[in-house]
T-cell receptor, first 116, second 112 residues
Framework: ETGVTQTPRHLVMGMTNKKSLKCEQH?????MYWYKQSAKKPLELMFV???????ENNSVPSRFSPECPNSSHLFLHLHTLQPEDSALYLC???????????????FGPGTRLTVL | EDKVVQSPLSLVVHEGDTVTLNCSYE??????LLWYKQEKKAPTFLFML????IEKKSGRLSSILDKKELFSILNITATQTGDSAVYLC????????????FGIGTKLQVIP
């Protein structure tokens, strides 16, 4: 398998549920990202990890909790979400910031999340 | 705060037409500008531009950067229905290059 994969592709959850999104990259990268894409809004960066360490948290509510156990895997744990959290959640990976002066990010197919 | 503005927001053209998509930006310490194509879900990388006035080309797509006027254009010639997508412009921040500001995108629809 190549590139960046995400599971599940679609998720419907209630506001009291707890669920997790998974991302895996097979590109040998050391940086991974979570983005949120809502209708009629630009892609919004949520979290950045370099070598498993979180280096960016873009003022994301605590109901979103990321986890990066190794450089190839990234999770986004969800609990007590709101309907306005419904969006496409995209994972991306790139070379880490120390080894590459430029930042070409490779994206996964996304998880379409609907919160009821 | 970094800002990326794309225009037009949407565009409908016929196959064979040539289109120009615009991206203007306001960032501190500019280093590069990226173009992505988003069909259905995952954005796919098209171009990275770092130098002013140098055209990047890939088949029918080309892009150029003007660092003085702070904009870039993406040209698509002889459009095909497969070019229908949202085209995203993005600018990484100058610090760690990882905080990327995206534009809202231009939705292009190519009709037969």
């Amino acid at each position: 398998e190549t590139g960046v994969t995400q599971t599940p592709r679609h998720l419907v959850m209630g506001m009291t549920n707890k669920k997790s999104l998974k991302c895996e990259q097979h590109l040998g990268h050391n940086a991974m990202y979570w983005y949120k894409q809502s209708a009629k809004k630009p892609l919004e960066l949520m979290f950045v990890y370099n070598f498993k360490e979180q280096t960016e948290n873009n003022s994301v509510p605590s109901r979103f909790s990321p986890e990066c156990p190794n450089s190839s895997h990234l999770f986004l744990h969800l609990h007590t979400l709101q309907p306005e959290d419904s969006a496409l959640y995209l994972c991306a990976s790139s070379q880490d910031r120390r080894s590459s002066p430029y930042n070409e990010q490779f994206f996964g197919p996304g998880t379409r999340l609907t919160v009821l | 705060e970094d800002k990326v503005v794309q225009s037009p927001l949407s565009l409908v053209v016929h196959e064979g037409d040539t289109v120009t998509l615009n991206c203007s930006y306001e960032v501190t310490n500019f280093r590069s500008l990226l173009w992505y194509k988003q069909e259905k879900k995952a954005p796919t990388f098209l171009f990275m531009l770092t130098s002013s006035g140098i055209e990047k080309k890939s088949g029918r797509l080309s892009s150029i950067l003007d660092k003085k006027e702070l904009f870039s254009i993406l040209n698509i010639t002889a459009t095909q229905t497969g070019d229908s997508a949202v085209y995203l412009c993005a600018v990484p921040d100058s610090g760690g290059y990882q905080k990327v500001t995206f534009g809202i995108g231009t939705k292009l629809q190519v009709i037969p």
